[in-house]
């Protein structure tokens, strides 16, 4: 598999995911603005994964500080931190990032700025690898939620891609296939960026586990026909009732799923859960350009000047979602409980 | 607005509708072998429209005919429109349209070959007549149901580009406008043939009806935010009990309708409704390719070689549709005596 994001010498890359399947291009960052464009254009998406960029991004930026004091040096630092925010407002694992990142400098502050620096570097690196781990532990954790034989539907890309490996809803997937589990999955194309038809379908094809795309249309007709078993997907935000935010069309994907009584799983790190927010119609909800929807590439497809409404997410009420898989096991509803239980200490309403 | 097809000379041409908005491109039939491809490959669409089509082709297939008998005109009629009947399975106005074609066939028989050719350009032409005021008609009749104020949402498109003229859904639509209700409408874009996208917003936009298009995705997260007042669609076919067969996607619109308790409603001429199918599943429903999924025109999008589901259309069960709007007027539940009364003597299930 692809990686993600890694360091290259004193430099970030990422693969291009505007441009996969078909192209494997690298976008290089040299400096800390080259990953806020990263995350802006989507060059890299998904919640963990953003996590992770923001904290290389904060690596490539510490480097670049050139403060006479350490007090000088957290401020820009903090700065930095501020401007990355703002990169994307949904998923939380973005501010997650840049709060542990801020933590590290403020332990530090009887360092040198260099030591801190290479603490800062070491840290984007254990976050990815921590990332990784985490989601195997997701994947162990969910694969009994998956029966032998089962067609699962997914949503979006909650894969490899979408994090520092491995994958979320696609961990989940994998560790069920891993355990020898004869699943096929049917994955939504996911407009309008299609993840699931240029992203899942081509991580789940060089896994060799079958996978279908289907247009987003076609999954409540699906339902119908009982030809699906349980619906994966993973998350942007996770409120502290339990409601998520991720892709948009996951809210409908979960009421179809109520209505023809299959279960909806959502895999995510705790990284993912915001305890701050009590539910999810106070998770800010990115609105995109309409060209995303009227234009393919450069091709205007729709009528010149149409409108269009394009929200990126949307909130799926607790009350539609079977389990949440973390990496500490599965949390069944009432969901507030099972949060407050799996975050502990760092449960700060 | 562009007529959707149209006698010219001893040529039927239709604006060909894969290359809409872009390209205002004209498909000219010299028989019918050329209006069976343009239905297979969606060249024209909606089920009034390939109505309109198959008529205009069987009566240019008619006038290809080189027999020297009445009974063997007849006979070599009938298998052109048995063709014909397989260009598409699910609209059931094709079939409709054939049926009537050959009773005027089998009415004339005793009048010369040459007499049955002339009337059936005639009769072709009525149809397509016929169909624009059904249209008005069933405008006239359904927006009432519209409220003063209101936004609707529609899927594909139900406009004059899927019928002969002024549209199914797009013409409860339209009448509502002209009767100076402040109306508007949010598109579904429709995947995979973006028909939501590429016409009825290109319709809506020429008529000055105000329009926005969505990724089918978003219709559940706009309900839950009250954004969306009620539901209009065509059909391709209505069962005796009211189940309608219409664009895939349609099914999961109307579920999420009911779950938001929004109305749910369909425009469709009386054409549309078979009353020798007792309930939906027993409607054919046509599987097309997965290229139309995952490649945009000679793109390839998806991973090569991926596989995918592409149902052109669901089946809405009846307890999901408020109401039944035809050119004799509004029908509501239970639709079964409802469709009975207004079919008549036409009624023979």
Redesign the interface.
Known sequence: MIPTIEWQGQHVRMVDQRKL??KVEWYICRGYKDVINAIEKMVIRGAPAIGVAAAMGLALGARSIRAKTVPDFTARFKEIGEEMFHARPTAVNLRWAIERMIGLVEKMSDHPADAIKTSLRQESEKILAEDIQINRKMGMNGQGLIPEGATILTHCNAGSLATGGYGTALGVIRAAHERGKKIQV?AD????W?QG??LT??EL?EDGI?????????????M?QKRIDLVITGADRIAANGDVAN???T??VA??AK?HKIPFYVAAPLSTIDPTVKNGDLIPVEQRG?EE??R??K?????P???????AF??TPCKYVSAIITEKGVIKPPFRTGIKNQLGDSYSP
């Open positions: 399947p078909s049917i194309e996911t407009r309008p299609l038809l240029r379908a081509f094809m079958p996978v279908s795309v289907i247009a987003d249309n076609a999954a409540g007709s699906l119908r892709k948009i069309g809210y409908q009421v179809l209505t309409p929807i009227c393919f590439g091709l205007q497809v729709g009528p000047g149409v409108m269009a409404l394009n929200p949307d909130i």
